[in-house]
């Protein structure tokens, strides 16, 4: 597609709800180069500044590959148990309204039904906002 000596592949961003196509290269230094897709009825080609730094997000070397609690990596059960015993402890003393949820505009119908359930419903705030343009 663009005279690579790899082959692109046709994807879409996944930053929010628009979902705009992109062209994806590896770069034979184990990165993808980006581009928009200019046959894509979304974006025809454009992207924004998050979609032209997708590529940016493909490298594992500064990820966090376990959890990291007061900077000492742990397991999943006890970060996760700290998580739940933090916001339990923070809505018990500030009320439900101390709870916030931001999500992705990425997110399923089911996932938005779970998480506004579980806000909603469970802790008893409407504090919940996405990215989300559908």
Known sequence: MD????????????YCGVGCGVLLTPDGAGGVL???DPDHPANFGKLCSKGSALGE?????????????HGEETDWDTALQLVADRFSKTVAE???????????GQLLTEDYYVANK???????????ATNSRR
């Open 3 to 14: 005279g690579s000596p790899f082959p692109s592949r046709r994807s879409t961003c996944a």
């Open 34 to 36: 980006v581009k928009g």
């Open 57 to 69: 997000t493909v490298g594992v070397e500064q990820r966090l590959r376990a959890p990291m609690v």
């Open 94 to 104: 500030h009320g439900p309204d101390a709870a916030a949820f931001y999500v992705s």
């Open 118 to 128: 579980l806000l909603k419903g469970f802790i008893g705030t409407a504090n919940i």
